[in-house]
């Protein structure tokens, strides 16, 4: 099942990582800086409530979506007291898990918009459009989740580092020069034809997407 919730996510131009049992989600969540856990109840090792209660004991506030089979009010009360955001209980449509997903990404980044619009740009992250000056952008998946990191970190400098750990799962290859095949796409997607450029590179650093008129 979590291949299957992690391969939908992916399509879904999210970055995944899968942890197998309750110990190695714990290592995950220690080294890594994760926007969402999706914690099943029925782990090996340790259980999801466990799992919770001890990310949130170590001070992890990173939102944590709980699933489980048990539709029972007080196991819903066990995972909320363990310190989940929300409880999803099987089997569930993808769609919804999808939809809470937006809900408690929403609800950790200060309640985005759906919509941001940086100069003439317009990302909707609902539909996953993406517009300059009028005029639709067609991105592949990969594009549209490293053009949307950049939207969050909007005026930010965002390091290769950073974009490593949010948009490429753990599968990523530290010495590939995909992130700068991929930036280059995009500039010449977003920027190509327009005389004001959104993405800006600070060689050695990183990347800079705003609007500089």
């Given at each position: 099942m979590a291949n299957v919730i992690a391969k939908g996510l992916r399509e879904q131009s999210y970055a995944v990582d899968v942890a197998q049992d309750g110990d190695a989600g714990l290592y995950q969540a220690a080294i890594n800086d994760y926007d969402l856990i999706i914690l099943d109840v029925l782990l090996p090792q340790r259980d999801g409530y466990e799992v919770c209660r001890e990310l949130r004991k170590r001070g992890d506030t990173t939102p944590v979506l709980?699933?489980?089979?048990?539709?029972?009010i007080?196991?819903?009360?066990?995972?909320?007291?363990?310190?989940?955001d929300d409880y999803l209980t099987k089997p569930f449509s993808f769609r919804e898990l999808l939809a809470r997903i937006r809900a408690l990404l929403r609800r950790d980044s200060q309640l985005r918009p759906d919509v941001v619009e940086i100069g003439d740009l317009v990302v909707d992250a609902a539909s996953h459009r993406v517009s300059r000056a009028n005029c639709d952008v067609q991105l592949t998946a990969k594009e549209y989740a490293l053009l949307e990191y950049l939207v969050r970190r909007t005026g930010e400098l965002v390091s290769r580092a950073d974009i490593a750990d949010h948009v490429w799962?753990?599968?990523f290859d530290p010495f590939s020069n995909a992130i700068e095949v991929y930036i280059n796409r995009l500039r010449k997607k977003i920027d190509g034809r327009h005389?004001?450029?959104?993405?800006?590179?600070?060689?050695?650093?990183?990347?800079?997407?705003?609007?500089?008129?």
């Open positions: 709980m699933l489980t089979a048990r539709a029972a007080d196991d819903r009360l066990t995972g909320f007291d363990a310190g989940a799962d753990d599968t005389a004001n450029k959104l993405l800006h590179t600070r060689r050695g650093e990183g990347y800079i997407l705003e609007s500089r008129h």
